[in-house]
């Protein structure tokens, strides 16, 4: 099947620490002690590391470490990011009260235009 090498195996590797976003929209985690480790993904994983109402967060993000200074996360749809809060881990959503919609990445409601909230669920189904 010529579509099987296609895809990328999903890493296993983690990285964790509180979210720190620099200029030109790049990203890093703070580790527990204190490196800065640059943060990548697509996109709409890019929108979450780089939406300011989780600046300084406790993060948990799975993905592929690159180098000592770089994590490559994997991609929106494997759901590779994470809260850590109050002793538990949450999974990054975003939520428009007035349509009922949920979406993966911030930015406004497809259907009202109005800006969605975050809302940080524990488990990964909506």
Known sequence: MAL?????AASHDSLRGRLRQLSGNKSALETASGKL????GDEPTTGVLNDRRLAGQDLELIGERKSTD???VDPIHT???F???DGKRYFITYWCDI????TYTPGKCWCCQEETRIDLRERLEP
């Open 4 to 8: 099987a090498g296609a895809f990328r």
């Open 37 to 40: 480790v640059e943060v990548r």
């Open 70 to 72: 770089l994590f490559l």
């Open 79 to 81: 759901k590779a990011m």
């Open 83 to 85: 809260v850590h809060k």
């Open 99 to 102: 349509c009922s919609i949920r």
